[in-house]
Every structure is written in C-alpha cells, then in structure tokens.
C-alpha cells in the first residue's frame, strides 16, 4: 500500500468482489469530502491523521462495548 493511504480499522466498507463480505476503508491523500459537515480542521499529515483515527476507533469500540 502506498505510504499515502490510510487503512482504518473500524469503518469498513461492502467488498465489490464477493456479496455480503466488508473490507477496511481506506482513504488516500489527496482527498476531499465535499460533504462533510461540522468541525473539518486542516491537519499537518497523515502522522496526525492516524493518531486521530485510532484514538476514534478506541472510543468508538468502548461505547459499542458499553451499549
């Protein structure tokens, strides 16, 4: 994988080979989401990038957890 794309553990998306599997998404720079809302913040690189998602993803677990 290129050292531009992200995997992300916890977001998955439907496989467009077999029916009913999911694979990680994975986000490549540069990306835009035009329609994303809320607070979009500039970032300095994928470094931070990461760190933000795995601390997403740990939250994310422990509330799925908690529910």
Do not use: H, W, Y
Not at 3 to 29: F, H, M, P, Y
Not at 47 to 56: G, L, N, P, Y
């Amino acid at each position: 994988m290129p050292q531009n794309t992200i995997e992300l553990e916890v977001l998955r998306v439907a496989s467009a080979d077999v029916l009913g599997q999911t694979r990680k998404l994975s986000v490549a720079a540069p990306c835009r989401f035009s329609n994303a809302k809320g607070d979009l913040k500039k970032v300095a690189g994928f470094d931070e990038i990461k760190r933000v998602a795995a601390a997403s993803a740990v939250n994310f677990k422990s509330v799925m957890k908690a529910s």
